[in-house]
């Protein structure tokens, strides 16, 4: 008998994203929520509710002891965990399936191991990905690290260990900068993450991020859906994502997947996962892999029509993958715009009542959202409240639909970057697909001078 019943320990979008493919299975579902998000959507639209506590995501949606609670009074059968939050969080996992609940996720070592930046890239270079040229672990000696940067070349940049989203990362242009800047990665990623290991690695000058999304059954069969190309970002923080990607060919494409798939294979690796790469000169360089499901997947969907929430349940179920690598097709091109409510310009916050809402819509044109009118987007979270996402048959129906999407989407009361991607897509470099993951920041930097 398959799962009956799922916990979802997350909130917003992707919650609502997982109940409507349990649905669509026959599987009931229970939302977890802090007092916060007694409104939410996904809340009123799940099977079941439970209150996990008060606002801040430590006493709620991080709250290990009250989710498995939640779990356990809703006679809930699996748990998943959405992207975020305890997504990637080992212990959590095995403290599901320590409690005789499916865990709709990666083996807790997969997680544990591709969570520690270090012996990920280990375990990448034994896997046979291509890696950055760089040091081997952690390094803690000034000599040593100078050493190595001298052997792959200056600039270097100086990466925390553990956690992500840009903190703990210095570039360093030469030797007299190493310590000083060694001192201060290693302090912030002490403070952010309870860690101040570091690492060396071969700076990139303009490259580009591309990722693989993978599929593993966790009994050694494995198969890839394809890259996206998630170049536009913000202070490391991914903005517009597109599949597929621009610049890479299908040769590239069979290739690059290929041995990506053959690494997830030879790992015994379960559920989603994405391999992420910098990508310059027609080089891929692995980065990190990110044991979950992201937040752009919908634009891997459109460009497959495979449903990958539907393919992580059924995994978490011991069923086969549902496809063959073979039986994967990739056709037209999908963009995904992040909708956050913040200044477009600033990046400020702007939570509060939504007073008029209204979604895109007509053909191929898809939101991921949780928003209606009268709804309280509240100040503890992560400000995306929306994910619009285009198909188009080529690149060129693709940006023209988007444009038509991004002027007919409303959300009043709240200000929102609905205007920057607006802007963002006017751009000739943004338009031919020349870009790499400096490009957003620089133009913010030069945009009405």
Known sequence: MGIQRILIANRGEIALRIHRAAQEMGIETVAVHSTADADAMHVRMADHAVCIG????????????????????????????GYGFLSENAKF?????????????????????MGDKVEAKRTAGKLGLPLVPGSDGAVSDYDEAKRIAAEIGYPVIIKAASGGGGRGMKVCNSEDQIETLMKQAGSEAKAAFGDATVYIEKYLGNPRHIE??????????????GERDCSLQRRHQKVLEEAPSPVITPEERDRMGGIVSKAMSD??????GTIEFLWENGEFYFIEMNTRLQVEHPVTEMITGIDLVREQIRIAEGRDLSVTQDEITFTGHAIECRINAEDP????PSPGTVTYYHAAGGMHVRVDSGLYAGYRIP?????MIAKLIVYGRNRERCLMRLRRALGEMVVEGVKTNIPLHEELIEQPDVQSGDYSIKWLEEWLATRGK
């Open 54 to 81: 008060p606002p801040p995501a430590g006493e709620s949606y991080l709250n290990i002891a009250n989710i498995i609670s939640a779990a356990e009074v809703s006679h809930a059968d699996a748990i998943h965990p």
């Open 93 to 113: 996992a095995e403290i599901v399936e320590a409690h005789d609940i499916a865990w709709i996720g990666p083996k807790p070592e997969h997680i544990r191991t």
């Open 212 to 225: 693989f999304q993978v599929f593993g059954d966790g009994r050694g069969n494995a198969v890839h859906l």
């Open 267 to 272: 790992m015994g690796y379960r559920g989603a």
């Open 345 to 348: 310009w600033t990046f400020a």
């Open 379 to 383: 100040p503890y979270y992560d400000s």
